[in-house]
């Protein structure tokens, strides 16, 4: 079973099928998945770990330029672990295309309670729509699913020069570098960039 070749999702996705992923729920407005698709290709979450936050997980501060976004996975205050076994890891939208994600999640948050789940759908709902964007785009016969946006960013990542492989570990919350080192072949993003249309690139 270990010695399988990796699954479609470990396979990553291309950005911008990503986006037009975005785009085409933006068009039909479903605007909460769609940020919900750019925030876990930004941060690498889980999906079980992106529904899993509370408004009171996303940590907005000030700096000279403007505001910044992250969030705080796995609160000690609440007893909570992540998958390794770790509290209180975070992960900040910190690049310059990362800035819709930032003005939005702070509207999305305003005024509301801190335990109220800060993405306010089920995660069914979020699966349903990011499969549905899929076929939209002519896309379901590539077998993602939402864990893909995961291995999206980190390959992503890597293959446009964004950060380096120590950046994709720590953001990424892997403890091995091994279970990093996936993310440099991009031919597995290749193989698939070949199968999408190129009206949709």
């Not at 698709?37 to 999906?47: D, E, S």
């Not at 864990?147 to 990542?157: K, M, Q, V």
């Not at 991009?186 to 070949?194: F, I, K």
């Amino acid at each position: 079973w270990q010695k399988r070749a990796p699954t479609e999702s470990r396979a990553g996705q291309p950005e911008d099928a990503v986006f037009a992923q975005v785009g085409v729920l933006l068009y039909q407005g479903k605007i909460l998945a769609a940020m919900a698709i750019g925030c876990q290709y930004a941060t690498y979450l889980r999906p079980g770990e992106m529904f899993g936050l509370l408004c009171r997980d996303l940590i907005v501060t000030r700096t000279p330029t403007g505001q910044k976004a992250g969030f705080l996975l796995h609160p000690s205050a609440t007893g909570s672990v992540g998958k390794t076994g770790e509290s209180d890891e975070s992960v900040e939208f910190d690049l310059p295309e990362h800035a819709w994600l930032t003005e939005n999640l702070i509207l999305l948050a305003a005024n509301r309670q801190e335990d109220d789940p800060l993405f306010m759908m089920p995660q069914e709902e979020y699966n349903r729509l990011y499969l549905s964007s899929l076929k939209t785009l002519g896309l379901e016969r590539l077998h993602l699913v939402p864990y893909t946006l995961r291995h999206a960013g980190a390959s992503n990542d890597f293959s446009l020069g964004k950060r380096d492989l120590a950046a994709i570990k720590f953001r990424g919350r892997w403890r091995s570098d091994r279970s990093v080192a996936r993310y440099t072949k991009s031919t597995h993003l290749r193989r698939v960039e070949q199968q999408i249309d190129q009206s949709v690139l």
